[in-house]
DNA sequence: TCTGGGGTCCTAGGACCC
DNA sequence: TCTGGGGTCCTAGGACCC
């Protein structure tokens, strides 16, 4: 059996864990640059309140409701689950993180049934009072029934925190209740089409056939359909290495016309990828830059960048790869046309393990000397502080590109002047 | 006025090989 | 007039996830 741990409204939660007034009232959290709502604590679901809502179609019904608004803190969130990870993974040895807020758990040889039940719940409670963040876990022959038994276990209380579908009867039931475009792998394209064979339950879509489903909704979709009928078949793996690196954000306000305030951005950007790169412990070959316009803003001129460089040698030189990125910036940036760019960022991509460097022939860098300067350069920064030491066109104020955060919270949990002081 | 960020996987079609 | 067969690899775009 497969059990599947979701924090409850995970940002939220992480909220009222320092903030503890905030237990029974309002909570949303915003997205970067305080666009869209995040996260929702359950009173702010009820209010009918979507995901991805813009904060200023609905600040009105914020204001009106007092619901507690925040920018995101992702500090604290990312902390928060290496906590709620820590603890589970001494339950299981087989854990599987599949994203910040949930995990699954291979429980087979703990039992069955009841005692199955019984032994989550002492998980869901342990983290509870380990964390302060509260857990549902479904259980589940699959994993994509264990989605739909955490969904239950989120809705009824009569659960207390964990739901289980072990026997053919559950399943159908669990099924009957359950609508295809809830189901985890039905996105809103193939709701469409399944919509237009009558298909509104995830019952209904295991009656239909195999060759059905491949023919409409290819591999992906049949391995939900088996799935759903109790064959496993989706893996999930803990990825040894990303096969591409992104960091990209949106501007505040109109957004950037100026060259220099977007090299600036880009700059940044390509340094964030270059730690995420050493982290990893890889290299990459190619290098892609974006810059766009606004697609909500159609009375404004739109244009959009996107150049990518290959690299002659794998690398995770910051200088390199600031200067390259820059470069390729430059090569496609407009000034003429009074183009307000609103997002940018950049892609590291074609990854190699940094110890497995295909050198070149023609290569005109001296690479020893780079990595010696570069490991200095880790070991200020390691001691000091992220971007103690940076490139020049990183820029020193960051004020024409930096995010809007009006209401974040503390980093109660990795910046000693943020810890909470007990009285 | 104001609309997030970071990923993976699959498929079709083109380029190329012998 | 009439132009093969069987592959691989790469890429862009689509779909999905949280």
Redesign the pocket.
Known sequence: MIALVDCNNFYCSCERVFNPLLRDKPVVVL???D??V?ARSNEVKAMGIKM?T?L?QIRNILEANNVAVFSSNYNLYGDMSRRVMMLLSEFTPELTQ?????AFLDLSGFGEGEKLVSYGRKIVKTIGKGTGIPVTMGIAPTKTLA?VASRYGKKYKGYGGVCIIDTEDKRIKALQGFEIGE?????????DKLRYYGINTALDFTQKSESFVRKLL???GVRTWKELRGESCIDVEE?PQ?????????FP??GLSELSSLEEAVANFTSECVR?LRMQHSCCTEITVFAYT?R??LDLPQHCINRTIHLQVPTNDLQELVSTAVRALRMDFRKEGGYLY??A?VIAWNIVPDSAIQTNLFDTIDREKQSRLAAAIDAINRKNGHNTIKVAVQGTTGKSWHLKCEHISKQYTTNLDDVIIVK
């Not at 599949?98 to 949930?102: L, N, T």
């Not at 189901?183 to 709701?191: E, N, T």
């Open positions: 997205s970067n640059n666009g869209c995040v991805g813009p200023y599949y994203s910040i807020d949930e989605k189901v985890w792998g039905i996105g809103h394209r193939s709701l290819t591999i992906t990825l990303k096969k591409s690196i992104c960091t990209s954000r949106s306000d109109s995420k606004s909500f803003r609103k997002k960022g």
